[in-house]
């Protein structure tokens, strides 16, 4: 697998509260993605990042935010958690040996909101 | 706003057997078509890809197939086994902003039965 890694793996948190998903690769590509994997939705863009302090929106990405303010980290935050944001996020990254497009994934952080 | 169908979302086979998995995307613009396999509690991993030159691409047992005039292309896998059986997700390129992103299907579980 890719050098990606993601942490929280797990965590179970309340309805209101702030919870901050990271993702960590050491590839050094430049585009870094979040997903949501949601049954029967398969996964869906929440944001998504092109370099360091850039960042854009995905589908789904109310109540989202991101931040990168290095290569390597990609934050994702939910500023105040609802129990519809239960789902197992997913970082990805891609760019790296001459293609844009082939993307890699993370092993994933299963949330709960309660 | 773009999509991409897959169809079937559940395909139960025999080992042996092939399977077809197919899938419809809106943007004529698309050029990259990957598709994924996430096994139970894993990642998705990318398996096999096609660009838009090109109408079909193999590797060992898996093919993918790209027709541009229909927007439609297919995953097949032939003398299944059972570590075959895992969910399924094709994607389909499109490009925002100047940046290229991915959309997914919604999955296909294939199950391989011995």
């Keep these: ?114 | 706003g773009e999509n991409v169908e897959q169809h079937p979302s559940t395909l139960s086979v025999q080992e042996g057997d092939s399977a077809v998995i197919k899938c419809t995307y809106s943007d004529s613009a698309s050029n990259y078509f990957p598709w994924y396999k996430q096994e139970l509690g894993k990642r998705p991993q990318l398996i096999i890809d096609i660009r838009s030159n090109v109408g079909e691409k193999k590797d060992q047992r898996i093919a993918v197939t790209l027709n541009k005039t229909a927007k439609h292309f297919s995953l097949h896998i032939t003398e299944t086994q059972p570590e075959d059986s895992a969910v399924y997700f094709c994607a389909a390129s499109i490009k925002a902003g100047g940046y290229n992103k991915l959309i997914f299907g919604a999955g296909t579980r294939l199950a391989v039965h011995p």
Excluded at chain 1, 55 to 79: N, W
Aim: charged share 20%.
């Design chain 1, 1 to 114: 697998d890719a050098g990606i890694t993601q942490s929280p793996r797990h965590k179970v948190t309340e309805t209101g509260t702030p919870v901050t998903l990271r993702c960590h690769q050491t590839e050094n590509h430049r585009y870094m993605y979040w997903y949501r994997q949601d049954p029967g939705h398969g996964l869906r863009l929440i944001h998504y990042s092109y370099g360091v302090k850039d960042t854009d929106k995905g589908e789904v990405s109310d109540g989202y935010s991101v931040s990168r303010s290095k290569t390597e980290d990609f934050l994702l935050t939910l500023e105040s958690a609802t129990s519809s944001q239960t789902s197992v996020y997913f970082c990805a990254i891609s760019g790296q040996g001459g293609s844009y497009n082939e993307q890699f994934f993370g092993p994933g952080t299963r949330l709960t909101v309660l």
